[in-house]
């Protein structure tokens, strides 16, 4: 039995689906069962609760073969993180208390930083609490999402892909978020180690190269447009995030251009994606979802 949290989310739901695919026993923590209920009618085991209450964890965590844990994407976090400190504290209380022969956390490139990386503090403070675990635990630094690009499918139509990226030609690390669910499936359920390890997951990818594979799916010609600095806070708020609370998305964006995310840390393990862009594109394009 395995632990997936965020199952009703893009990693979870991969990560669960890997699981299931293996025929492995899958136990999911939900706040809502109806939500999660096409993961009930597949076989996954739902555990009531809510990661901003360390027993619901405790609860979820019981006689598991490993557990796959994440943060909630928060695009606006208080100035000193509380949301994400909140979360980390039920955390290592519940994996304090329980034990579990196996943790897959989902981190990012850049949270081997402790400073300067804006929304990825979060996930630095995540892997800086769980080094006082004495667990077998696996830090999967994943790259940017392809998936947050499939709002290219619409503005592709215009032409343009506008990114945060800038200059749109310099390469950062990108993945599918189908390929981070078959790697935590693989390290839950594979061979086991020892100790705490770093794992970099993803390719090195421009801007320019997601505009030229969505060129290819939607058969038109995209190129991508970098959003000027100055209009960096008007384009979050188009996006949901409330005036004034965009800061640690713009730094995190200011990192990723400065190199913040670029494969090749120290003492990391690597895996490279199996997925493309254009992949992603195809698949939204065939089921509509975009």
């Known amino acids: 039995m395995f632990l997936v949290m965020g199952i009703t989310g893009k990693v979870g739901g991969a990560t669960a689906t890997h699981l299931l695919k293996q025929g492995r026993k899958v136990r999911a923590l939900v706040r809502d069962r109806d939500k999660a209920a ?14 901003n209450d360390a027993a619901s964890i405790k609860r979820a965590l019981k006689d598991v073969d490993g557990a796959f844990v994440m943060l909630p994407p928060i695009w606006a976090p208080s100035p000193d993180f509380k949301e994400a400190k909140g979360v980390i504290a039920n955390y290592v209380e519940a994996l304090t208390h329980v ?21 990825i503090t979060a996930l630095s403070l995540l892997e800086q609490s769980f080094r006082e675990l004495n667990l077998p635990i696996a830090y999967m630094r994943a790259g940017g999402f392809f998936e947050n690009f499939l709002y290219g499918l619409h503005t592709g139509q215009g032409g343009t892909l506008p990114v945060f990226y800038d200059p749109t ?11 981070i669910g078959a790697e935590i499936a693989t390290l839950l359920s ?19 190269d997601v505009a030229a594979q969505l060129s290819e799916v939607m058969k038109l010609d995209v190129r991508a447009v970098a959003i000027p600095r100055a209009g960096w806070a008007g384009a979050f708020e188009q996006l949901g ?11 995190m964006y200011e990192a990723v ?6 494969i090749g840390v120290a003492g990391t393990e690597y895996v490279p994606g199996a997925t493309s862009a254009r992949d992603v594109f195809a698949a939204a394009q065939k089921a509509g979802i975009a």
């Open 190 to 208: 594979g061979p086991a180690w020892t100790g705490h390890r770093a794992i970099e997951l993803g390719s090195m990818v421009s801007a320019d």
């Open 99 to 119: 034990s579990v022969p196996r943790v897959v956390a989902l981190s990012s490139m850049g949270a081997n930083q402790t400073s300067g990386m804006g929304l």
């Open 38 to 51: 096409s993961w009930a009618d597949q076989g996954v085991e739902l555990v009531e609760g809510d990661w």
């Open 169 to 179: 030609n310099r390469k950062s690390t990108m993945v599918a978020t189908n390929d």
């Open 241 to 251: 995030i409330p005036r004034g609370q965009s800061g640690p998305a713009e730094i």
């Open 257 to 262: 251009n400065a190199g913040g995310m670029d």
